[in-house]
């Protein structure tokens, strides 16, 4: 099975900061790729899928990029409100694996 | 609007069962891949089951040859039946949508597995 690996586990960053997030999948996974966040005690949400599409109402202070097996979420000017969970996840065939995730604070 | 909705969870004793039920409404399973996902306490999100909409199952290893996943068109609801539970099972299920990753999700119910 395709293991996907986040780096770093976390972070902490001022507002403002350029943060970047990376995913690394063991095999070339195209751009088979979704980004979630998932703040404390709520459900995950999607922010970026197929590697770099924007979702529908997410800001656009946050972008994807990548293809293959290395794929990067950047958050161009941290913000409060960013404070969460991300998690990177492949859907090109199943399992469905998640990378184990990055928290992100603010400093 | 789309809805799902679990339900079914509770405090089991290890080598247990429990059937975890996901009523859709705005969306039909039958034409619908679907997923339940994971999330122990304090820790990631880990994968376990997909139905797709052609029926194709597939599991995460570590429950491969104890759950099944199915799905009843007539109601709407997607299922997880578990047996044989350890320990290491307890988490929030969630069941989502499969469809560009996650893009629907619930509300997750709790399973404990304890003795």
């Known amino acids: 099975d395709i293991q996907m690996t986040q780096s770093p586990s976390s972070l902490s960053a001022s507002v403002g900061d350029r943060v970047t997030i990376t995913c690394r999948a063991s095999q070339d996974i195209s751009n088979y790729l979704v980004w979630y966040q998932q703040k404390p005690g709520r459900v995950p949400k999607v922010l970026i899928y197929?590697?770099?599409t924007l979702q529908s109402g997410v800001p656009s202070r946050f972008s994807g990029s990548g293809s293959g097996t290395d794929f990067t979420l950047t958050i161009s000017s941290l913000q409060p409100e960013d404070v969460a969970t991300y998690y990177c996840q492949k859907y090109n065939s199943a399992p469905w694996t998640f990378g184990q995730g990055t928290k992100v604070e603010i400093k | 609007e789309v809805q799902l909705v679990e339900s079914g969870g509770g405090l089991v004793q290890p080598g247990g069962s429990l059937r975890l039920s996901c009523a859709a409404s705005g969306l039909a399973v039958s034409s619908n891949s679907v997923s339940w996902v994971r999330q122990a306490p304090g820790k990631g999100l880990e994968w376990v089951s997909i139905?797709?909409?052609?029926?194709?199952?597939y599991y995460v290893d570590s429950v491969k040859g104890r759950f099944t996943i199915s799905r009843d068109n007539s109601k709407n609801t997607l299922y997880l039946q578990m047996n044989t539970l350890k320990p290491e099972d307890t988490a929030v299920y969630y069941c989502?949508?499969?469809?560009?990753?996650?893009?629907?999700w619930g509300q997750g119910t709790l399973v404990t597995v304890s003795s």
């Open positions: 989502a949508r499969g469809r560009l990753g996650h893009d629907y």
């Open positions: 197929a590697a770099s």
């Open positions: 139905i797709y909409s052609g029926g194709s199952t």
